[in-house]
């Protein structure tokens, strides 16, 4: 979890997952759409991520938790399926805009070594097309702009600093041929 200040923590917090409710919760039906009415057990709603892990992991004395977490769509099998034939091809950006930040934070609440390894190894496959891309600025306005405009903001922050690196280390550079 980032700081309680760090803004893209708070967005990663903000993004919807899936959750069903365990205990029938009288006056919260408009969460499913029946405003005034209760929200029945078993009910499966998208809430905000700092909500669904708190009403998952609070417990009264011998009962169950209130709701149970589900992976959200973004770390489904079918993305992560997708992701492991070819994490360049996946625009993570329309899945999640904090997808890794939102896969962090499910690997915090849920033991899945598989995806921790899916994405793992894809920040690493996509972090060296990132600074591909970033060395070579032809090749971002051509072939590489779908994949760019697909960049989460991990990606994104990722792509400013080697992009910035490459143009001071060019400007460096001519400095020297100059002396």
Request: aromatic share 6%.
């Amino acid at each position: 979890m980032g700081s309680y200040y760090d803004i893209d923590a708070i967005l990663t917090d903000a993004q919807k997952v899936p959750c069903t409710f365990e205990l029938a919760v009288p006056g919260l039906g408009y969460l499913d759409g029946n405003a005034g009415g209760d929200l029945k057990k078993g009910t499966r709603v998208n809430l905000p991520l700092w909500l669904a892990e708190m009403l998952a992991v609070s417990q009264r004395l011998g009962t169950s938790p209130l709701a149970t977490l589900d992976l959200p769509p973004a770390l489904s099998a079918r993305v992560l399926n997708a992701l492991q034939a070819d994490a360049r091809m996946v625009d993570l950006r329309a899945l999640a805009p904090h997808f890794y930040g939102l896969g962090a934070r499910m690997l915090e609440l849920f033991e899945e070594e598989e995806m921790a390894d899916v994405l793992l190894e894809t920040f690493k496959v996509r972090a060296a097309e990132i600074a591909d891309h970033a060395h070579n600025p032809r090749g971002a306005l051509g072939e590489g702009a779908d994949f760019l405009r697909g960049l989460d903001e991990t990606e994104r922050q990722l792509f400013r600093a080697a992009h910035d690196s490459a143009k001071a280390m060019r400007a460096w550079m001519g400095g020297m041929k100059k002396t």
